[in-house]
């Protein structure tokens, strides 16, 4: 379902074992489940995009983090790259990184 997603180069990535990127991303997820109990929301972790994706799926609204936004180095809490378009929902990464395509609306 990705359109044009960049695949971010290992060295700017948290390792997918790093623990406390991934207690983030549940953290993030957790609250937003609170908040919109009637969207669906899971994690791609192991993938290098750096992407938030919403969309209907076979369970619904849907909106999926993938593990390149979520363990990019520069991606931290309150920062320009967690603000705006998809981190309205996810997070944004406004990063050197990416540049793709969003479906951004």
């Given at each position: 379902m990705p359109i044009c997603d960049d695949i971010i180069p290992a060295e700017h990535l948290w390792p997918v074992t790093a623990p406390w990127p991934?207690?983030?991303a549940r953290g993030l997820i957790a609250?937003?489940?609170k908040h919109f109990p009637n969207i669906k929301f899971d994690l791609f972790w192991e993938t290098g995009l750096m992407n938030a994706q919403a969309f209907f799926g076979p369970e619904g609204r849907s909106?999926?983090?993938y593990g390149g936004l979520g363990r990019h180095?520069?991606?931290r809490r309150g920062t320009q790259e967690t603000r705006g378009s998809v981190w309205a929902l996810l997070g944004t990464p406004r990063s050197r990184d990416s540049t793709g395509f969003t479906s951004d609306a």
């Amino acid at each position: 379902m990705p359109i044009c997603d960049d695949i971010i180069p290992a060295e700017h990535l948290w390792p997918v074992t790093a623990p406390w990127p991934l207690i983030r991303a549940r953290g993030l997820i957790a609250r937003f489940r609170k908040h919109f109990p009637n969207i669906k929301f899971d994690l791609f972790w192991e993938t290098g995009l750096m992407n938030a994706q919403a969309f209907f799926g076979p369970e619904g609204r849907s909106v999926r983090l993938y593990g390149g936004l979520g363990r990019h180095r520069r991606v931290r809490r309150g920062t320009q790259e967690t603000r705006g378009s998809v981190w309205a929902l996810l997070g944004t990464p406004r990063s050197r990184d990416s540049t793709g395509f969003t479906s951004d609306a």
